[in-house]
């Protein structure tokens, strides 16, 4: 999900609707940053009667309301760092390209350019696969993703953090009824962060498969992190689990989080050799 031409405009519609209710009463949305976070927490829970959005799944809830609450805070920055003119026809002019410049407006204010990722060579890799999907996952992403298996606290601290990341599903040819496997990397801002990703990604198979049952221990020692409003795990080395779908593999190595899921055993170490540089 990188929408972000979209959050800008319905940023900029919420930024005007804003202005011009508060006007009548003098006041500006830029000195009432109070209704701004009024309204970006009432979109991201919904009304008291809206049942069926609160009870949806969490990754569409938050698309649903991603342009409307973190467009407007995009918008009503660059208001303040760079008046009407910035935050209207020149954002317009040039757009957000990712949802990270969205959800924090700074890295597009200076421009940042993340270096891309290196990616494996997917035909030779997955030779004796079918292609199912494949696409990258942004900072929105990896935040719902965090935010489902271990809060939403520790999501907002820690998916700044992201550099990039990209996934690959397939199934076997000689097997198209197999569970689909997956190939998840992603690039984070120091080894620290990578294992606390690791971590909170091993957190989630329990919560996705029936049967999760650890076939290889660490590869390294688990430590406790411990910060100001939580604990959090960190998961450090090759790990690997045995699932009724299959092996799971998370390997952190330096900033950057390894994940196999359901694929065989010469086509993970295949990954792991390109990915690693082993």
Known sequence: MDDSR?????????????QYELAPVGRSI?????????????????????????DGPI???ES???PYSYGLKFEVKLLEKGGKERAFAGVLANPPHTTRQI??????LAGEQLPPMPVVEFKHDFKDYVKFDIGAMGEFDVAVLIEQYAGKKLSERLYPEWRGGYYYAARPKADTAAPLGLFYVSRWSSPEKASEFAEIYARSLAKRYKKVEEVAG?????????????KVDILQGRHAWNTEEGVVVIE????????SESLDAATTERLEKEVFKK
């Open 103 to 108: 959800m924090q407006p700074e890295t597009y």
């Open 59 to 61: 990754f569409l809830r």
């Open 30 to 54: 830029l000195d009432s940053p109070d209704l701004v976070d009024e309204m970006e927490s009432q979109m991201s829970s919904g009304t008291d009667d809206s049942k069926v959005f609160k």
């Open 64 to 66: 649903l309301t991603f």
């Open 252 to 259: 952190e190595q330096g900033d950057t989080v390894l994940v």
């Open 218 to 230: 660490p590869s390294k020692s688990q430590a406790a992190a411990v910060h100001p409003e939580y």
């Open 6 to 18: 979209e959050a800008v405009v319905e940023g900029q519609a919420e930024t005007v609707m804003l």
